[in-house]
Structures are given as C-alpha cells and as structure tokens.
C-alpha cells in the first residue's frame, strides 16, 4: 500500500485553535436552528387560542401539540434530501440552505393573521410553515455532527460533539429566556394578545448573524479529502439503504439507541413543561423559569458525558440513562406533583374521583375536527369536565346500559342521562350537574390552579434537574456514536435518517400522544408508559444488537 504524505492527512489529526473555533461557530449557528424551532412548543398554548380558536379547549391544546409534532414528522424526509446534499455537495453549504429555510419559516409565523382574521386558512398556513422547519432542521443536525467529528481530533470526538448536542437545550434556553423577558416587559395581557408575535419576529435578526458565522467556514477536511480524490458517492441513499451491510445499523442505530434517546430527552425537557402548565396548573411564567434554571444548572453534563464516552464508551452511558428512565420516571412525576402543587397530590390522596360508567357508552376525549360537544351520554358528560378540570379519575366499568356516576371522595354524583331528558332541559342539567361537581371539588380541596405560594421551588427545580441529567446522558454522546458507526461517503444521509425517525417521530410525538392517553384514561401518570416502555425496549435491544464505537477510526 502507498504510503500517504503527511500534508494530506486530514487536519482534525490535530486539534487547532483555527478548529475549535470552526466548531463553536457551528454549533452557534446550530443554537439559532433550534432557538426557531422551539419557540412554538414553549408558545403552544397561545397559538391554541390564536389558530385553532374554532375548536374545544382541550382539543385545541392537543391540535397545537399536533402542529408542533408536523414538524417532526418531516425531519426523516429532510434528512433523506439534505443528507444526500450534504453526501453529494458538501457539509458547509447545505448547512446554509437549512439555515435560510429555518429561519425565513420562523418570521412568517410572526406575521401569520389569526384563525379570528382568515378562518381556516391561518392554521392551515401555520402547518406548512412548520413542515418547512422540519425539513430544514432535518438537514441541520446530522451535518452539524457530522461536521464538527470530521475536525475532531482522535480520542476527542465524544467532548467535540457534545458541544452540538448542548445546542439543542441552548436554543431552548435562549427561546425560554426571550419569552419570559418579552413576558415581563409587556405584561400577561399583552403578551397573550399580540407580544407572543415577537420573539418569533426577533428570528430574523438570529438568522442574519447565522448566515454571516456560517459563510466564514470552510469544507469539512474529511468531505474536502474526498472531493479532491474523486471518492463521493454519487448516490448516498441507494448506498446507505438499498444495501443491506449499511441498512443493518440504520436499523441498530434507530431501534438500539436513538428512540430511547428521544423520549427521555423530550420528556425530560418538554413533557415535563407541559404537564407543569396543564396538568398541575402551574402558571406558565413561572414553569417556565423553573425549567430554564434546571437546564442551566444540567446543560455542562452535555459535555461532561461526552467527555466521559471517550473514556468509558458510548454505549454504557446511553444505555445507562435510558435504564435509569425507564425506573425512575413514575416516582419523578409523582414527586413533582407532590412538590409544584401539594393541594392537588393532597385531594388526589383524601378524596379520588372515580368514574363508573358503561365503557360503551366513553368517548374518546379527542374531537379532530372540533365539532363534537360530548353530551350524548351520561360518560361523556362526566369525562369532559373532568378534563376540562384537569382533574384525574379512575375508571370502574359498570353495567350495560348504567347510566355514569361520579364519586369524589364518598360522595357520589349521578350525571344526567341525555336519553331520558328533554332536549330542552338537557343544558340546564348538565350545568346544575357541573356546578354540583364544582363545588365538591372545591370542598375537597382540588385546586382551579397552583398556589405559587405553596410551591416548593427548590424541590420542583431539584426533580426538573434529575430528568434533565437523565437527557444528558442519553444525548451527549450520541452524536459521536452515530457518526462512528457509518463510512464517510456516506456518513450524513446514514446517520441524519436514524437520528431523525427516532428524534422526529418516537420523540416528536411524545407530547401529543402521553396528553392523548391521559384525556382517554383519566390518570395523569398514564403517559408515561410511552417513553418508559421505549426506553427499556432500547435498552434490551442495545445491549444485544449495538456495537462499541469509541475507538473507531472515521477516516474511511
């Protein structure tokens, strides 16, 4: 075999200052993406109110989760189209198209007129604009890892990468603190009117810098290597999924290790918001903040476990923090009830509400399309305001026919039967029976909404900070995995697809379906099953399927 002169070997051999600040400035204009993409999820519950106007409360929050998730969806198609580009044309200027797309989608969300304004066209506008953001960012993140690897020098890919994947909870971060800045400078009424438009509005200042970081770097040494030696593939996809050697650890890669990845980072960063805000009533400036400062205190183990899998390996510690999940999840939750609203945990304890009903004759608490008022049946009647409430319930089947009963506590509460009423009185006894439940509830001690008084901060924030660390062990050496486990030629389609399935579907659409299964079931903890059972799937799977990557070299 000729020997290679040495000036040709690739330049992350050595770490340079000139490399290090290649990699922050990726991982700044990285920072942005994510800023764009999250601001709709922390603003989710105004854009309920803003663009789904026309349907129930309840409905609406889910059809909001629904488009944040659209977002998602289309992250594995934009990883199949830019990962090609980027295989293709290069890293540096596929990363700018990403970029621009990202951006520009984000502005226009700022100027989107209300469902108020052009009826069904605004959340319909609203969906597309988030399809674009998910092909975008799609494309961004496994050019960014793959990036910043391929200027890593050896025994250092892990602590390189990290930094990419601190990008994700930066963004986040920067998204939480603009919007409670932009909170307080306005005030709550005039952030829910029309301030909420601004932080969306300020995207195009961050996309211009962006762009300006992004230009100033060159062509990733490993693709430039190749280029000037003839050796890109020329089709990466047939490449990287058309056979089978390569299909193979797509496959490991997404079922051993992403989706167990992506539920505890979602449900460590956002379901845990959301179920702050909408299940334990915790006003959403407060929840806000307390999320933002266990990130801030969780965000430097990013890199600390990234350093570490140069170490030890990549494979324990991801592993290792979704085993963890998997175990600790219900008691996390259940502590932070205990903590964020001790007055709920406590009528939750000395008085259970119990539904007995004829499951024929339960809805689905979820109307798509906003039309059905769930006052057909006596179940209906009693599981929609319960869930308006946000009161929990257990379900206890009853016969045939029965018509539903309520007890909360010992007291029990029969609903109105719409079948043996007169369509004339039947809104007039539906009322009394809600004013009756209202009351009792109250009795009881259910609380409307936390008291922020009684909120034990330290606490929340102490449980907020455990899942958090829960994310960074999943998350902070997975880029460096997935790049080591695919060839160069075809490095950014193979690793962006697993990447983004798992992150983009497993983790996207955790919300959404955790909020479904607890409006169908009534337990508040019920969700919960969606990541805990993916998480310990992919523990199993990894421990027999997936390799040790963290000595690989990524040269070939």
């Not at 319930?393 to 010992?410: K, L």
């Amino acid at each position: 075999m000729a020997t290679v002169p040495e000036d040709a070997l690739p330049k992350h051999h050595k770490a340079t200052q000139g490399e290090k600040m290649v990699i922050a400035a990726s991982s700044l204009g990285t920072v942005f993406e994510w800023y764009d993409f999250y601001l709709y999820g922390l603003l989710a519950t105004y854009i309920s109110v803003q663009f789904f106007s026309g349907v129930n409360e309840t409905t609406g929050f889910i059809f909001a989760l629904a488009a944040f998730a659209a977002g998602f969806a289309v992250r594995p198609f934009g990883a199949l189209v830019f990962g090609r580009i980027g295989d293709i044309v290069g890293r540096k200027n596929t990363f700018l198209v990403t970029m621009g797309i990202m951006g520009l989608s984000t502005f226009a969300v700022g100027l989107l007129p209300s469902y108020a304004s052009i009826g069904v066209a605004a959340p319909v506008i609203l969906v597309a604009l988030r399809l674009a953001q998910g092909l975008a960012l799609g494309g961004e993140y496994g050019g960014a890892a793959t990036y910043v690897a391929e200027h890593a020098p050896e025994g250092k890919r892990g602590l390189y990468t990290s930094w990419i994947q601190t990008t994700a909870t930066f963004g986040l971060f920067a998204a939480l603190l603009v919007v409670i800045g932009i909170r307080y400078a306005l005030g709550e009424e005039a952030f829910a009117a029309w301030g909420w438009r601004l932080p969306f509005l300020i995207s195009i200042f961050l996309l211009g810098i962006s762009m300006w970081i992004r230009l100033q770097l060159n062509e990733s040494p490993v693709f430039q290597k190749m280029k000037d030696e003839g050796t890109t593939s020329k089709a990466p996809l047939t490449e990287a999924f058309a056979r089978w050697g390569n299909l193979r650890w797509v496959i490991i890669a997404l079922v051993g290790a992403v989706m167990g990845q992506a539920v505890v980072w979602y449900a460590g960063q956002f379901y845990a918001l959301f179920f702050l805000e909408k299940t334990l009533r915790v006003d959403g400036a407060t929840s806000n903040i307390l999320i933002a400062i266990a990130l801030a205190l969780a965000t430097p183990f990013f890199v600390f476990f990234g350093w570490l899998s140069d170490k030890i390996g990549r494979k324990p510690i991801i592993l290792g923090g979704c085993a963890l999940a998997a175990v600790l999840y219900f008691p996390l939750f259940g502590a932070l009830t205990q903590a964020a609203n001790p007055a709920l945990a406590e009528a939750q304890a000395a008085a259970p509400v119990t539904i007995t009903a004829d499951n024929e004759q339960c809805s689905f608490q979820f109307d798509p399309i906003g039309k059905n008022t769930f006052d057909t049946t006596s179940c209906d009647i009693a599981k929609t305001y319960l869930a308006k409430a946000g009161v929990g319930y257990e379900n206890v089947e009853a016969a045939p026919g029965a018509v539903a009963t309520v007890s909360i506590g010992d007291k029990v509460f029969t609903a109105p039967n719409p079948g043996s009423l007169d369509p004339a009185a039947k809104p007039a006894a539906i009322k009394a029976f809600q004013d009756d439940m209202k009351a009792e509830l109250v009795a009881v001690g259910y609380p409307e909404k936390a008291d922020n008084a009684r909120i034990d901060k330290v606490a929340v924030v102490a449980i907020l900070w455990a899942l958090a660390m829960l994310v960074t062990m999943v998350y902070g050496p997975i880029a460096a995995m997935l790049v080591e486990l695919f060839p160069s030629r075809i490095r950014y389609t193979s690793m962006s697809l697993p990447y983004h399935i798992g992150n983009g579907w497993f983790g996207g659409f955790l919300p959404t379906t955790a909020f479904a299964m607890v409006a169908a079931t009534g337990n508040i903890y019920y969700g919960l099953w969606y990541p805990v059972v993916i998480a310990a799937a992919t523990v199993v799977i990894g421990l027999i399927f997936l390799p040790e990557t963290f000595r690989r070299n990524i040269d070939d």
